[in-house]
Structure formats: C-alpha cells, structure tokens
C-alpha cells in the first residue's frame, strides 16, 4: 500500500488526535506568536488611556458563561487596564450571570495590581459591582435618571448610594465612558442607542467573533467608539495594555489548530487529485 492509499484509509481518530495536539500544546507549552492589534482595537485602548485618576467607568457584562472563552478575556484584560489608570470602575449586568462574571474579573484585577503595581484597589472605593438588574433597555434608559435608583443595592447587598466610589454619580452626566461586553441582546445596539445616541456618551463594545460583522457599522457611523472581536480582539487588547493572559494562549492555540486544519485541507486536496489522474490512466488501460 502507497501513501496515498494510506492517507486515504487513515482512521479519523488520528485527525482527532492531532487537532487536539494542536490546541493542547500551546495552552501547555505557550508559543507567544506575535499579535498585530487593529486600528479599531488600537482606538478603544487608546480612548481609555486618556481616562484620569478621577474618570468614572460603567463596565455592563452582558453575557452568559456560554460566551466566556471569548469575552472573558477581555472583560479581564479591561479591568486591568481600567485599574492601572486609577479611574473608578462600576460593573453592573444586564444578564444574570454577569454580575458573578464581572465579580470574578475584578478579583483577577485586584490580584494583578497587587502583584504588579504594588497597590491594592478598595472594594467601595476605587471600583464596585452594582450587580444584575432586569429590563435591558428600561434599565439602562432609568440610569439616565438616575444609578443609584436603578440599581438601589449592589453585588453584596449593600446600598449603592453608601458607596464612596457612587459620591457625585447620578446618572450617565457623571460617567465618562460605558463599556458593553455582550453576546447578544441586551447588548450592544441597545448602549448604543441610549448611552452612545441619547446622552452622548463614548461608548466601547466587546463582542463575540460571529457578532463583530453587524456591529461594525456602528463604529463606521462614529456611535461605538470601538469594537474588540473574540479571542483576536482581546488578544490584541492583551498586548496592547501588556497584560498577556488567556486570549494570547488562546490566540497560539487557535493559529496553530489553523495551520494544521489548513495542512490536512491540501494534503486531502492533493490525495484526491492524483487518485482522480490514476482513475483517469487507468480506464486508459481498459480502454
């Protein structure tokens, strides 16, 4: 038996195997391929380097753990940026699983600083997780009245409105930038419309891979400030904040599974053309 005949019969488990290989070992053993951020990543990093000590910050996780291998990295790699710039961050979630997310990202925040600024945020003070509240656009057109009353206790049941960091913040006229992680609705159309459109507000998405394409035209119009795409995108946040974690692992893993589906594409493309000119030489024979 040639090698074609042996790439022909190959069991599919072997292709299994190697796929997994593929997005196995650079999680173990990570590659660190470069990453080029976009011109539309590079705006909303941009944006919030401009933020000062005092800027406030909404941060809505609007997604579900469904959505987590691509939009928690970058809720992370956000946080992280947000708290090196010192500026006051509320995360709030228009999906009920995104208050314990946005939780879990702000713990991996307070870590990072702690670990590599030497300083250690105050829960209350220098950042606060109001928590889940129902309504999605009601909501979020009732912070334009007013946060406090939206949103009357946060994440550990205690007063909003008794929060150090909640002092001067009334509604979106006292919020210098949202920011919207979503996987789907209520997400980003919705911020856009009301804090983008209705009260002027920049406005940063974070989005699914499939979700990017129908977004991007609001970054096109100039009502969505940026837009960070998938793993790619919060890869490219990673780098561009230098805070590589998991979307960067991510992003070897996904190139190299790539590369190797790419491999066994011209490998097959290859077996079959030459056994279709075998069968050709050979009704020639019989001819």
């Known amino acids: 038996m040639d090698i074609i005949e042996k790439i022909k019969n190959l069991d599919r488990r072997i292709i299994f195997l190697l796929i997994f290989l593929a997005v196995a070992i650079p999680i173990i053993v990570p590659i660190g391929l470069p990453v080029k951020p976009s011109p539309i990543v590079q705006r909303g990093y941009d944006a919030v380097e401009t933020l000062d000590s005092d800027s406030v910050v909404l941060v809505s996780f609007d997604y579900d753990p469904s959505a987590e291998p691509e939009l928690y990295p970058m809720s992370v790699a956000m946080?992280?940026?947000?708290?090196?710039?010192?500026?006051?961050?509320?995360t709030m979630a228009l999906w009920p699983a995104g208050a314990k997310l946005a939780e879990d990202a702000l713990k991996e925040g307070v870590a990072y600083m702690e670990q590599e600024e030497k300083y250690t945020p105050q829960y209350g003070m220098d950042y606060a997780n109001i928590g889940f509240m129902a309504g999605g656009l009601i909501v979020m057109t009732s912070i334009g009245k007013s946060l406090p009353r939206t949103f009357p206790a946060d994440f550990y049941k205690t007063p909003v409105e008794t929060l150090p960091i909640m002092k001067g913040v009334e509604n979106y006229s006292n919020i210098?930038?949202?920011?919207?992680?979503?996987?789907g609705d209520p997400g980003v159309p919705y911020w856009v419309m009301v804090a983008a459109t209705s009260y002027g507000k920049d406005l940063i998405g974070g989005c699914t891979a499939v979700s990017a394409p129908q977004l991007y035209p609001y970054v096109q119009s100039g009502q969505l400030l940026s837009l960070i795409g998938g793993l790619k995108g919060?890869?490219?946040?990673?780098?561009?904040?230098?805070?590589?974690?998991?979307?960067t692992k991510g992003m070897d893993s996904q190139s190299i599974a790539h590369l190797m589906i790419v491999i066994l594409i011209?490998?097959?493309?290859?077996?079959?053309?030459?056994?279709?000119?075998?069968?050709?030489?050979?009704?020639?024979?019989?001819?």
């Open 234 to 247: 919060a890869a490219e946040y990673e780098t561009l904040a230098m805070v590589p974690a998991k979307a």
């Open 176 to 183: 210098d930038m949202v920011i919207t992680l979503s996987a």
């Open 266 to 287: 011209i490998i097959g493309n290859i077996t079959f053309f030459v056994e279709k000119q075998r069968l050709k030489k050979l009704k020639k024979r019989i001819k």
């Open 79 to 90: 946080i992280k940026h947000l708290m090196k710039k010192r500026a006051r961050i509320i």
